[in-house]
């Protein structure tokens, strides 16, 4: 384990034991239909610096490099190959040490801080703040500060943890466990449009982990899961890409798989509507397991029952 901050909070064993080991994995964009609601496009900047789009791919998982990095793989898709160019604008470092990376219809690139070591280059004052890389030029500033509300403490010195975009209104969907300690879910999942720069909604308490958008049953919802137990909710989103309603569970990850209360890390949509659901051993302890065990749920929506049926894990 890696991470060493200062503390006993709960909180940061939710992140530390948890997020910090799969926010600095790999971070390697991934081609995906527009149908799975995955419309980004490939930042121009990558080839006028002469990079090869199709073997580069962007990544803050270096350990011994802060910030954000473009590089260059003798092999696509393998993590063991070897790295035949890199490179990173000096902007690239103004946000610490980052993790999520998003990348929009424009090629524009979102990310955000996480303390990584310790907060020397994260301080807490930044943990809610959202930079972006433009896509023609390269160069990365400060796109927006999420409110803070009761989010700076000693307790917990984080902030995002996860992005996602609906493209159809251009919005960004950013969660963040600001505020939140380890009997208090304070987090909030804001809604926000990417032209205008503000907030147009926000649902409260709660520390998604895992978020994803899927199309289905006539309705484009925002699928997450938390920290806090196995089961995955969904809010369903309106043309302006606000929230209709309020979340409530569809299905559960509880009693399947080899552990059988795993909690969410990522959710992914097929082109057909269905769920990947990677889910991951976590508990609010001390102890943080030496391999981190993921196992992959596959789920698909039955119009018959309206209901979200397991079919498999891989």
């Known amino acids: ?67 954000l990095l473009l590089l260059q793989s003798e092999q696509p898709g393998n993590p063991n190959a070897r790295i035949t160019k890199s490179f990173q604008h000096p902007s690239w470092k103004k946000g610490g040490w980052l993790a999520p990376i998003l990348i929009d219809d424009a090629g524009n690139i979102f990310t955000s801080p996480a303390p990584f070591i310790n907060i020397l280059d994260n301080p807490i004052a930044n943990n809610n703040t959202i930079y972006r890389v433009d896509a023609g030029t390269g160069e990365m500033q400060e796109f927006l500060r999420l409110p803070f509300e009761d989010s700076i403490n000693s307790q917990n010195p984080y902030g995002i943890i996860g992005m996602v975009y609906l493209c159809e209104t251009g919005t960004l969907y950013v969660s963040s466990v600001a505020g939140s300690r380890l009997h208090e879910e304070n987090g909030h999942i804001y809604a926000i449009d990417v032209k205008s720069k503000k907030i147009i909604d926000q649902i409260n308490h709660i520390d998604a982990m895992g978020m994803g958008i899927s199309y289905a049953a006539g309705k484009r919802q925002l699928f997450f899961g938390t920290g806090r137990n196995s089961d995955v909710q969904s809010v369903t989103l309106n043309a302006a890409g606000k929230y ?28 057909s509507g269905n769920l990947a659901v990677s889910g991951i ?32 894990p891989r």
Not at 18 to 41: G, Q, T, Y
Not at 245 to 270: A, H, Y
């Open 244 to 271: 209709s309603g309020k979340p409530e569970v569809v299905f559960t990850l509880q009693n399947l798989g080899s552990r059988g209360d795993d909690k969410v890390r990522r959710i992914r949509s097929g082109p």
């Open 281 to 312: 051993e976590f508990n609010f302890n001390l102890v943080a397991p030496r391999e981190k065990q993921e196992t992959v749920y596959e789920f698909v929506y039955d119009e018959e029952s309206q209901k979200w049926v397991f079919q498999k």
């Open 1 to 67: 384990m890696k991470l060493k901050l200062h503390t006993n909070a709960g909180i940061i064993l939710f992140i530390a034991c948890c997020l910090l080991p799969i926010l600095h994995s790999s971070c390697k964009e991934e081609v995906v239909d527009f149908d799975a609601n995955n419309c980004k496009r490939n930042p121009p900047f990558i080839q006028t610096m002469g990079f090869d789009a199709k073997s580069s791919f962007f990544s803050t998982s270096d350990i011994k490099t802060m910030g």
